[in-house]
């Protein structure tokens, strides 16, 4: 925007104190005046004339101000009825008379007859000259004198514009002056010239035919304008220029700058100055040969110091530019600036479908990459800064209508490209220059914000809420892409319904394409040094089959991996599962992306709890293997007794005899499921073979009373094979029935009516029949409060059941095998 703002002030040139001011001035204003007061000079030859020598000099006042004045060195009348006049000067002064406009030539031919004056040889033409300090004065400067004394020529004025031409006629019938040959001006450094021009006395128009130009210095740069064609309208105080093209050359940057357009129409003020621009047809603004800017139409407004205060392109504006550090493109409907008191731009608007394109690069080095940026929207603000320097600086921007803006870095030594696009109803941005480029160093959104983010290893993460703020990573000069980013992100922070999304990159060996991942929060906040983003307020997490709640979730990017705390509930479903699926509450949460581990923390008197259809885990530390489908739960550091309560099913296997002495008295009847409670230090499930290992000191409960042990593996119900299709009789993960109990290590059991004791019971859920072992020094026991105590090598017995059977087996004689049975029932 910095090359279009530059060249729209070009247009002040063309209109300002050059060659409209000429025109008006040469052709316009002196001729057109000039014209009638010799139209009657024989007629006043004589009246109020100073002779001196040979010539004469006259004067016309009104209201005690001088008009004009005409000096001649000779006058003749010829028998033709024309008048020849030698050496003549004609001085026509201002309304207030502070400046005078001299016309002077060796010879002019008036045809009173006809109505024809004729300038033979050359005219000069003198506009704006000082005022004059008294009425002898303008006579002497007539004369050619100085209006201070001496010769005209001797001392000029910067205000001065001079202008020569030859074979001036002038129709008076058709108030029409006209030449065919060369005009030439000169005024402040500048000089032009242009071929033929006629003016029109009625309607007050001047035209110069062609091969208009003008050239000099305007701030100590060289400028060239020309034009096809140039006509000024003094009374509408208007001026057009045809095929009009402005050229800068040189400036800091060594770049010429031109400005062109088909049709130009200048507005002038009453003083002359230009008050506003209009070009159409192919208006187009150039940087050198770097940027350029082109519209159908284009528009400027100046202030009364000829300085820009206002401008505008229309019809579809397109910009691009080319420069070895900086490469842009972009497009709108419609573009408008405002400048400050010196012409300096301050605001751009760019409105309807704006977009624009953005590569830089630190050097030109080779190989060096580079970083892009590209923005979308439909409107576009800039506020800018001069700050001394050639080209305005952006110092904020403000862009609306469903707003997108993408950085691209190119790729780091060991890993790929990144990016980064926002977007938004409203985007603002603030700028910092760093060497001779604007960076990005904070950005707000505002209204369905939304970011993607791209990292090195192809990790694409999306974010979306109701507002945005962003901000950018310092740039420092000098430094290459290969150590640092152009636009690079170092912070964000989302607010307001806030949805995020990953896609992991797919790993080499997968043959299913990686799973989205989603999340929604109230606050997302992105650190880009850690590659973290913390996310507060009823946070949901989800990957298709797992879902995690908390009131914040922070997550690496880098690995996937991420904590979450505050009221933490999770739900797990192994993939193509239709099993209910694992259900957690937690204080804390640990979760490890890759190796899909899921750690678990309680707080204080509330354990983590773990829990599927009837089964459950509570614990103050659960971990989740969902790969391995192993779950650990044990107490924090070195664990305590009892910190593990766990819930198992105990049914009836409805396929077992029913002849079987489980289905008498209190047993469980008809498969009907009741509940194992096991309390342990750590328990260790594997659902690969349905088995669950609890140690450290354990306590099971169950309807058919208690009992405690050092150690205890609990096998669940393995799936089951129906003809071809396949049924899982367990119900999922530590779902569905114990199969059976081993526990070991000081076994004591509590029945209703009795107690039991050894070194290991095994208990077969299916049968419900306990079978209790001891060992040589401590055989295992039975004690009834009816019947006594019952010993042996092995005691079987059902709960509900007062029979025991007792086993007794050892060595006799020559290795001869004894055994003894004792069935103990109790009295009806």
Do not use: C
Not at 249 to 267: D, I, L, M, P
Not at 405 to 433: E, I, N, Q, W, Y
């Amino acid at each position: 925007m910095n090359v279009s703002v530059e060249r729209l002030r070009v247009w002040l040139l063309v209109g300002a104190g050059l060659l409209v001011m000429v025109i008006a001035a040469f052709l316009g204003y002196a001729h057109y005046r000039a014209h009638r007061f010799l139209t009657n000079l024989p007629k006043k030859l004589g009246v109020n004339v100073r002779r001196e020598t040979n010539g004469f000099t006259y004067s016309q006042s009104v209201q005690g101000r001088t008009i004009y004045t005409v000096h001649a060195a000779k006058a003749v009348e010829r028998a033709d009825g024309k008048v020849t006049l030698h050496d003549v000067g004609i001085v026509l002064y201002g309304r207030k008379e502070d400046r005078a406009d001299r016309i002077y030539g060796k010879e002019f031919e008036y045809d009173q007859k006809n109505g024809v004056i004729r300038a033979e040889g050359e005219v000069h033409i003198d506009l704006q000259a000082p005022e004059a300090s008294d009425a002898n004065a303008k006579m002497d400067y007539a004369a050619g004198k100085d209006l201070h004394g001496g010769k005209a020529e001797e001392k000029k004025d910067v205000r001065l514009i001079h202008v020569t031409t030859s074979g001036l006629v002038f129709l008076q019938k058709l108030g029409i002056a006209a030449t065919d040959n060369e005009i030439e001006f000169e005024s402040g450094g500048l000089t032009g010239h242009a071929v033929g021009a006629d003016y029109n006395s009625d309607t007050g128009v001047v035209v110069l035919h062609s091969a208009v130009k003008v050239n000099g210095l305007e701030r100590d740069r060289p400028v060239v304008l020309t034009a096809s064609r140039a006509e000024l309208d003094r009374q509408n105080e208007r001026a057009l220029l045809t095929q009009a093209k402005y050229v800068a050359v040189g400036g800091k940057s060594g770049a010429g700058e031109t400005v062109q357009g088909k049709n130009v129409v200048v507005h002038l003020r009453p003083d002359g100055t230009v008050q506003r621009l209009e070009a159409e047809g192919d208006v187009t603004l150039t940087n050198g040969t770097s940027g350029t800017m082109v519209a159908p139409r284009g528009e400027m407004t100046l202030n009364a110091q000829s300085q820009p205060q206002s401008a505008v392109m229309l019809g579809g504006v397109r910009y691009s530019t080319d420069e070895p550090l900086r490469q842009a493109k972009g497009e709108a409907k419609e573009g408008r600036a405002a400048f400050d008191k010196v012409g300096r731009p301050e605001h751009v608007v760019m409105i309807g479908a704006v977009h624009l394109h953005e590569k830089v690069r630190a050097s030109e080095a080779a190989g060096e990459a580079w970083s892009e940026r590209e923005l979308n929207a439909g409107q576009v603000e800039l506020s800018l800064a001069a700050e001394g320097a050639e080209k305005a600086q952006i110092r904020d921007a403000k862009a609306t209508g469903d707003a997108r803006l993408k950085v691209m870095d190119p790729a780091l030594k060991g890993g790929g490209a990144t990016s980064s696009a926002l977007g938004g109803d409203v985007l603002t941005a603030h700028f910092v220059r760093v060497g001779n480029a604007d960076h990005l160093s904070e950005l707000h959104g505002d209204g369905h914000t939304s970011m993607r983010r791209v990292n090195a290893k192809g990790v694409v993460e999306t974010s979306s809420g109701d507002s945005l703020l962003a901000h950018f990573r310092p740039v420092t000069a000098g430094v290459t892409h290969k150590g640092q980013g152009a636009d690079e992100i170092a912070n964000a922070t989302e607010r307001g319904h806030v949805v995020m999304t990953e896609l992991p990159v797919k790993k080499p060996g997968d043959s299913a394409a990686p799973t989205e991942e989603r999340v929604t929060a109230e606050r997302a906040v992105y650190d880009g040094e850690l590659e973290r983003t913390t996310l507060t307020g009823n946070v949901q997490a989800s990957d298709g089959s797992n879902v995690l709640w908390a009131d914040r979730v922070i997550s690496e990017q880098q690995t996937g991996d991420a904590t979450a705390d505050g009221s933490v509930k999770a739900s797990f479903r192994q993939p193509g599962s239709t099993d209910e699926p694992v259900h957690v509450l937690a204080s804390r949460a640990e979760l490890k992306h890759d190796s899909q581990v899921a750690k678990f923390y309680g707080s204080g008197s509330s354990p983590a709890r773990l829990w599927q259809g009837a089964s459950q885990v509570d614990a103050p530390v659960i971990e989740f293997e969902q790969k391995q489908k192993r779950l650990l739960a044990h107490g924090e550091g070195q664990g305590a007794p009892g910190a593990v309560h766990t819930v198992l099913v105990s049914g009836l296997n409805p396929k077992a005899d029913a002849a079987s002495p489980a289905k008498t008295g209190k047993q469980i009847a008809g498969g009907k499921a009741s509940v194992v409670r096991v309390i342990s230090r750590d328990l260790v499930y594997s659902d690969e073979v349905r088995r669950a290992d609890f140690t450290g000191g354990i306590q099971v409960d169950s309807a058919e009373g208690s009992m405690r042990g050092q150690q205890a593996v609990v096998y669940l119900q393995a799936a089951v094979t129906n003809g071809a299709k396949k049924a899982v009789a367990a119900g999922g993960f530590m779902g569905g029935s114990v199969e059976r109990v081993v526990a070991s290590g000081h076994i004591e059991i509590q029945q209703p009516g009795r107690r039991a004791s050894g070194e290991q019971v095994v208990y077969t859920a299916s049968d419900g029949m306990f079978v209790l072992t001891g060992t040589a020094a401590a055989l295992p026991k039975v004690v009834d409060d009816q019947q006594g105590t019952v010993t042996g090598t092995s005691l079987r017995f059902h709960a509900g059941d007062e029979n025991v059977v007792v086993s007794n087996e050892g060595e006799s004689g020559a290795g001869q095998r004894v055994r003894t049975e004792t069935r103990v029932k109790n009295k009806q």
